[in-house]
T-cell receptor, first 114, second 114 residues
Framework: GAGVSQTPSNKVTEKGKYVELRCDPISGHTALYWYRQSLGQGPEFLIYFQGTGAADDSGLPNDRFFAVRPEGSVSTLKIQRTERGDSAVYLC????????????FGPGTRLTVL | AQTVTQSQPEMSVQEAETVTLSCTYDTSESNYYLFWYKQPPSRQMILVIRQEAYKQQNATENRFSVNFQKAAKSFSLKISDSQLGDTAMYFCAFGEDSGSRLTFGEGTQLTVNP
C-alpha cells in the first residue's frame, strides 16, 4: 500500500512569509507525528495527533507554529512569520495506534527561509 | 527527560565485513521500545529493527541484529555482511510505552567501502 506522503518536497520562502506543509499518512493509521530535523541532527518531536486531536503539542517551538488534522487523516503544519532559523527538513510519520507502534516516515519537506 | 546518545558520528566498513554502531539511552521508565532507523540521502527514514524492553531476546532482522543490555541502557546495532546499499545515516530512537514521541540520537554516518 501507499506510504506516508508529504508535499511539497521542497519549499523556499522569504523571511516573514506564511507556509503550509502537508502530510498524508498511511490509510488507517490513527496516530500522526511531526518532527523537525536540522542539518546534521536527529529528528526532534513537534506534535502528536491521535485522531483529530493534538494529544501532545509540547514540541512546538513557539506560537508561530500550528498544526491541524481536521478529519483524522491529512495533517497540515502551518508556520507563520517564518524566520531563517525555521529552515530544516520537516518529517511526518504515522503509526497504527500507539506511539510505540512502528512509526513510518514520509520523505520530508525541506523548508528554506531566505 | 529521556536522552539518546550515539557516540560515533562517523564509521566506515569494508563491503562484506561486520560493523557495530553504539547507542546508549537514559530513562527512568520500565516499559519502552527502542528502534534503529536508517536515513539514506533521499531523506526517507526507514525502520531497520525494533526491540521491546520487556523482551530479553535480542531482535534480529536478516543481516541486522541488536545487542540490548537493559541494565547498562545500551542498544547497539550489528550489521553483518555489509553491503554498499547500507551506506546511510543511522539513528537510534527511544519511545516510552505511555509516551507520545520518539526521542532520537544525533546519528552515525556509516559508509560501506567497496
Amino acid at each position: 500500500g501507499a506510504g506516508v506522503s508529504q508535499t511539497p518536497s521542497n519549499k523556499v520562502t522569504e523571511k516573514g512569509k506564511y507556509v503550509e506543509l502537508r502530510c498524508d499518512p498511511i490509510s488507517g493509521h490513527t496516530a500522526l507525528y511531526w518532527y523537525r530535523q536540522s542539518l546534521g541532527q536527529g529528528p526532534e518531536f513537534l506534535i502528536y495527533f491521535q485522531g483529530t486531536g493534538a494529544a501532545d503539542d509540547s514540541g512546538l517551538p513557539n506560537d508561530r507554529f500550528f498544526a491541524v488534522r481536521p478529519e483524522g487523516s491529512v495533517s497540515t503544519l502551518k508556520i507563520q512569520r517564518t524566520e531563517r532559523g525555521d529552515s530544516a527538513v520537516y518529517l511526518c510519520a504515522s503509526s497504527l495506534d500507539r506511539v510505540t507502534d512502528t512509526q513510518y516516515f514520509g520523505p520530508g519537506t525541506r523548508l528554506t527561509v531566505l | 527527560a529521556q536522552t539518546v546518545t550515539q557516540s560515533q558520528p562517523e564509521m566506515s566498513v569494508q563491503e562484506a565485513e561486520t560493523v557495530t554502531l553504539s547507542c546508549t539511552y537514559d530513562t527512568s521508565e520500565s516499559n519502552y521500545y527502542l528502534f534503529w532507523y536508517k536515513q539514506p540521502p533521499s531523506r526517507q527514514m526507514i525502520l531497520v529493527i525494533r526491540q521491546e524492553a520487556y523482551k530479553q531476546q535480542n531482535a534480529t532482522e536478516n543481516r541486522f541484529s541488536v545487542n540490548f543490555q537493559k541494565a547498562a541502557k545500551s542498544f547497539s546495532l550489528k550489521i553483518s555482511d555489509s553491503q554498499l546499499g547500507d551506506t546511510a545515516m543511522y539513528f537510534c530512537a527511544f519511545g516510552e510505552d505511555s509516551g507520545s514521541r520518539l526521542t532520537f540520537g544525533e546519528g552515525t554516518q556509516l559508509t560501506v567501502n567497496p
